[in-house]
């Protein structure tokens, strides 16, 4: 039987030849459980309803990558291993495993050469509020930022190291390769005034290529993109806009051997984003495209962002922070707080759990569990996809640079109501969520961090404790960590709050919640 999919699938169930994202994403959560926790990955796998229960399957995982140091390899290898065996790619009415995809013939991508017109030299700001922070002024907001709880201390210092060198900067010994360059929160905008040699990877669309030249014409540095066609270099931009790119679904093999046939050493950002489940298959398109290239080339190193509505295994000082802010609770917002968890049969409000895991390595970590239900395990799916690897490249030696971005009103979040009322209301909690201008000035800064300092946690040769403190380095959560209640269950209200602000003087009302 033809079919008319192309690409990058989810696995065709065969009775009703539809793609089943459930069954699939709770196969390769209980794949990675199944080596650590048998219990755990039985009950995933019988999990009647994957949609709204699956956060206590993420949570297993941490808590078991917890426990023992091998457990966090262990997971990440399964998953992954699951992940390349299940997920299918089409390509002229055939079938294939994702894990040999690689291996099938491929059309040749064509480079085009573009320089950007500015002399300008590198500089670094981080916008904020409608001001453009640096230097001390910088400092003294970093300073805020730490003592609010709002970044972590290894954030701050990552920050502070950025500022006092500003010769970082300067990536024209960089060869930086972009998976979704064109998306608003990634680090294109500064890039393009920083010098780099940028790889730009994003769709074939008119529109995307449209913001990614006229961002590179604009600054400094210099852009190397895909094309099916030899283009000449004195192609009009017109044309470009509709001859560039590359599709990471459909044209995976391509992208991978284009990437692996360049000389220089790459630094590899999936920075890419998609709605629903789509996001996932563009995870695993980036995920097998980095495996290829990192094979091909070890002195590949890789970038993530992560998202701060996920679980993570945190340091004891911030369960401490924690429960001292449950402890702390003004009056008022112990009567509300406690009326509405009654009213709403403690769907709202619930105390975040304090406890400490012991880890084989004579430390112990709290957990951090920020998952939103609403977000889906399809985005949780592909998040996951991306710690892995990160956990298990760095295991393999290779420079790895994952850090916690932190919630930002990017489009995508903001087109969800509910969301968008959410961060909001979120100041309600002390909880900030950042603008994309604010996000991108200092996530692209933390990324060359961690490429120039060489004591930054994505060196490989530098020490960690445990693997899973990969991504507890330089978290910037927006105070998520550090918030009294399980956030899954407070920011509902700080969604009600959300929507209520926007139509009503509601000043009073959060000062009297925080006395």
Same mark, same amino acid.
């Given at each position: 039987?033809s ?23 709770k196969q390769i ?20 309803n ?14 078991n990558?917890?426990r023992?140091?091998?457990?966090a ?24 495993v ?7 013939? !491929?059309? !040749? ?14 500089e ?7 001001q ?21 201390p290894?954030h ?10 500003p010769?970082w ?9 972009l998976f ?5 929160a ?12 940028i790889?730009?990877?994003d769709?074939p ?5 449209n913001?990614?030249?006229? !961002?590179?014409?604009q600054g400094n540095?210099?852009?190397?993109a ?5 283009l000449?270099a ?5 044309i ?14 391509e ?7 360049k000389?220089?050493?790459?630094d ?7 709605d ?7 995870a695993?398109?980036m995920?097998?495209i ?11 190193s ?8 996920d ?14 802010? =449950?402890?702390?609770?003004s009056q008022?917002q112990?009567l509300?707080t ?9 769907? =709202?409000?619930q ?23 609403e977000?889906g ?9 991306q710690?892995w ?13 994952i ?6 009103? !990017? ?8 969301l ?13 969520a950042f603008?994309?201008?604010t996000?991108?000035?200092i996530?692209?800064?933390l ?5 120039r300092?060489?004591?930054?946690a994505?060196?490989?040769?530098v020490?960690l ?5 990969l991504?507890?380095?330089?978290a ?10 399980l ?29």
């Amino acid at each position: 039987m033809s079919t008319s999919y192309d690409g990058l699938q989810f696995p065709i169930h065969p009775e009703n030849h539809k793609p089943s994202t459930s069954s699939t994403g709770k196969q390769i959560i209980a794949e990675a459980l199944a080596t650590v926790d048998h219990q755990s990955s039985v009950d995933a796998l019988a999990e009647k309803n994957w949609r709204k229960h699956y956060p206590k399957y993420f949570k297993a995982l941490v808590t078991n990558g917890i426990r023992e140091q091998a457990n966090a390899i262990q997971i990440a290898e399964d998953g992954l291993r699951k992940a390349h065996q299940s997920f299918e790619f089409y390509r002229h009415e055939q079938k294939y495993v994702l894990k040999d995809v690689m291996h099938l013939p !491929t059309e !040749t991508l064509h480079t085009f050469k573009l320089q950007g017109s500015s002399q300008a030299a590198p500089e670094w700001y981080v916008p904020y509020r409608g001001q453009k922070l640096q230097g001390q002024a910088l400092l003294d907001q970093i300073a805020i930022w730490l003592a609010a709880g709002i970044i972590e201390p290894s954030h701050a210092e990552a920050l502070n190291a950025a500022v006092a060198h500003p010769e970082w900067f300067d990536l024209s010994d960089r060869n930086m390769v972009l998976f979704g360059a064109a998306s608003e929160a990634g680090p294109l905008t500064w890039l393009a005034k920083w010098k780099a040699n940028i790889i730009a990877v994003d769709l074939p669309n008119s529109r995307v290529w449209n913001k990614i030249l006229s !961002t590179v014409q604009q600054g400094n540095a210099t852009l190397y993109a895909p094309s099916t066609t030899q283009l000449a270099a004195d192609t009009p931009l017109d044309i470009l806009t509709e001859q560039l790119g590359a599709n990471l679904l459909t044209q995976t093999p391509e992208i991978a051997q284009w990437l692996a046939q360049k000389p220089e050493t790459l630094d590899l950002a999936a920075i890419a984003y998609l709605d629903g489940e789509k996001h996932v298959r563009v995870a695993m398109a980036m995920d097998a495209i980095m495996q290829y290239v990192s094979e091909h080339k070890a002195d590949s190193s890789l970038m993530f962002m992560c998202t701060p509505t996920d679980v993570y295994a945190v340091p004891e000082e911030v369960i401490s922070a924690s429960a001292e802010k =449950f402890q702390q609770r003004s009056q008022g917002q112990k009567l509300l707080t406690k009326s509405i968890e009654t009213i709403s049969r403690s769907h =709202f409000f619930q105390k975040n759990l304090h406890n400490l895991i012991a880890s084989d390595n004579g430390q112990h970590y709290g957990i951090a569990d920020c998952l939103v239900v609403e977000q889906g395990p399809n985005y949780a799916l592909a998040k996951r996809i991306q710690q892995w690897r990160a956990i298990l490249a760095r295991h393999q030696g290779q420079h790895v640079s994952i850090n916690i971005a932190p919630s930002t009103t !990017t489009h995508s979040v903001t087109k969800n109501p509910l969301l968008k009322a959410a961060f909001s209301g979120a100041s309600l909690f002390d909880v900030e969520a950042f603008s994309p201008e604010t996000t991108n000035a200092i996530m692209a800064a933390l990324w060359i961090h961690d490429l120039r300092n060489p004591n930054s946690a994505a060196n490989p040769e530098v020490k960690l404790e445990h693997p899973l403190e990969l991504m507890m380095e330089g978290a910037n959560h927006g105070g998520l960590w550090r918030v009294a209640y399980l956030a899954r269950t407070a920011l509902p209200f700080a969604a009600l709050y959300g929507f209520a602000a926007d139509k009503l003087p509601l000043d009073k009302v959060i000062q009297k919640f925080k006395k």
